[in-house]
Every structure is written in structure tokens, then in C-alpha cells.
């Protein structure tokens, strides 16, 4: 019985290995599809900038109308999506909601 210890044993530590290899922690990151837009300012430069918006889940954000973006949301990375834009107004029309 001692003999088919060691073969198991190394057997088990492969498999534990292995299994580390792939859920070995990194840095979490939570990917977002609908951001928040935390700043007042409908400069362009303000509103490409994804430190301005902050990612939400899909319930949270803004029901009214108005002349400042609230919420948007995007399947794409926030910086690419942002940078589609060209203009200040077709943003704040992209956006799901806005505020005053």
C-alpha cells in the first residue's frame, strides 16, 4: 500500500496545481455596461473622459430629461465608446438618460 502513495500523491498535488493555475486571484475588475456620468460639464474634452463616468448597474441612474448625459450604456471598452463621438450634442443624445 506505501508504494501507490507517493504516485498518488503527486497525482493529487498536479491536479491541485493545475487547478491554481487557473483561478490563480488577480486583480478583480467588474465590467460594466452602463456608466454614470458624475460630472456637471458638457465640454467634449469632459465627456470623453471615462474618469468622468462611473460604472452602474443597469437599474441605477437618471429619469429625467435634460441638457447633461446620466446614464449610457456600451458592450465595448468605455474609452473606445466615448471616443466615437464627435461632437458634445451627439453624445448627450446617445445618452439612455439624461439630467439638468
Same mark, same amino acid.
Given at each position: 500500500?506505501?508504494?501507490?502513495?507517493?504516485?498518488?500523491?503527486?497525482?493529487?498535488?498536479?491536479?491541485?496545481?493545475?487547478?491554481?493555475?487557473?483561478?490563480?486571484?488577480?486583480?478583480?475588475?467588474?465590467?460594466?455596461?452602463?456608466?454614470?456620468?458624475?460630472?456637471?460639464?458638457?465640454?467634449? +474634452?469632459?465627456?470623453?473622459?471615462?474618469?468622468?463616468? +462611473?460604472?452602474? +448597474?443597469?437599474? +441605477?441612474?437618471?429619469?429625467?430629461?435634460?441638457?447633461?448625459?446620466?446614464?449610457?450604456? =456600451?458592450?465595448?471598452?468605455?474609452?473606445?465608446?466615448?471616443?466615437?463621438? =464627435?461632437?458634445?450634442?451627439?453624445?448627450? =443624445?446617445?445618452?439612455? =438618460?439624461?439630467?439638468?
Amino acid at each position: 500500500m506505501k508504494k501507490f502513495k507517493f504516485p498518488l500523491l503527486v497525482a493529487l498535488l498536479v491536479a491541485v496545481a493545475g487547478l491554481f493555475a487557473f483561478t490563480v486571484p488577480g486583480k478583480a475588475t467588474k465590467t460594466f455596461n452602463t456608466y454614470h456620468y458624475t460630472s456637471s460639464s458638457v465640454e467634449m +474634452e469632459d465627456l470623453q473622459n471615462p474618469e468622468n463616468w +462611473e460604472g452602474v +448597474e443597469p437599474a +441605477e441612474g437618471c429619469d429625467e430629461l435634460g441638457t447633461i448625459p446620466c446614464t449610457i450604456s =456600451t458592450d465595448k471598452d468605455l474609452q473606445e465608446y466615448l471616443e466615437e463621438f =464627435t461632437s458634445e450634442n451627439a453624445l448627450i =443624445t446617445a445618452a439612455v =438618460t439624461r439630467r439638468n
